[in-house]
Structures are given as C-alpha cells and as structure tokens.
C-alpha cells in the first residue's frame, strides 16, 4: 500500500496492511500491537536505562509485526522532540529503511544504547 503522508485517518489502514503476522486471531490483539507505537513515545520519553531497554525490545516487536512499514508508523506517533532518539535505536538495530526520510541521530543517545547492550 503506497501512502505519501501518514494520517489520523488512513494510519489504521496502513498499519493493517502492513500486519505481518499469521498468529493474530483478533482486532484486540491487532489493537494491542498498535498500543505499542504510544508506549515506545513514553519510553524514549523518560530519561533512564530500564526504559531504553523496553524502548530497544518495543522497536523490536514492533518491526518483526509491521517490517520496515513501523519505521513509519513509529515517526508518527512521537512526539518531534524524540524523533531524533528513534532514528539512533532504529541505525542500532540495523532495522533503518533504505528509503527512511533524513533525521539526525542523537550520538549522545546512540552511545547510551551501545554503553547498555554491552
């Protein structure tokens, strides 16, 4: 599905067609999965390590459920000011889109990742 600019409007629809996986059984656990593109938000948004290890495993979910559509889906639910932590989780995990528009990453950040996986 080829969408130019995600919205409130066609997000759900994207997201459904980028669903990757044979074991979801319901709209609840489809839901559920979507809940966690707001929990990641909070996670990057506090300032500690135990929530960069849970914002690490979400992106991980995130991208074995949506493939590189959640890179996407991930920009559009947080907030501008965590864009930058993101994109630093995303070039760790080596789960960047080719096609992925131009963010800085946060080096700083970058370096705790790589301080905590050690």
Do not use: W
């Not at 409130?8 to 044979?22: E, G, P, Q, R, V």
């Not at 979507?34 to 390590?49: A, H, P």
């Not at 994109?87 to 963010?103: A, E, G, Q």
């Amino acid at each position: 599905m080829l969408v130019q600019e995600l919205t409130k409007s066609n997000i759900m629809l994207y997201a459904m067609a980028h669903y990757n996986t044979d074991a979801c059984l319901s709209l609840q656990e489809f839901k559920s999965d979507m809940r966690l593109f707001k929990s990641l938000n909070t996670q990057i948004s506090r300032d500690d390590d135990l929530n960069l290890k849970a914002a690490l495993n979400i992106m991980v979910t995130l991208h074995n459920q949506f493939g590189f559509a959640a890179s996407r889906i991930i920009m559009f639910y947080l907030d501008d000011d965590n864009h930058r932590k993101a994109r630093s989780i995303l070039n760790f995990l080596n789960i960047l889109p080719p096609d992925f528009p131009h963010t800085e990453q946060d080096n700083k950040y970058l370096d705790r990742i790589e301080n905590i996986t050690r």
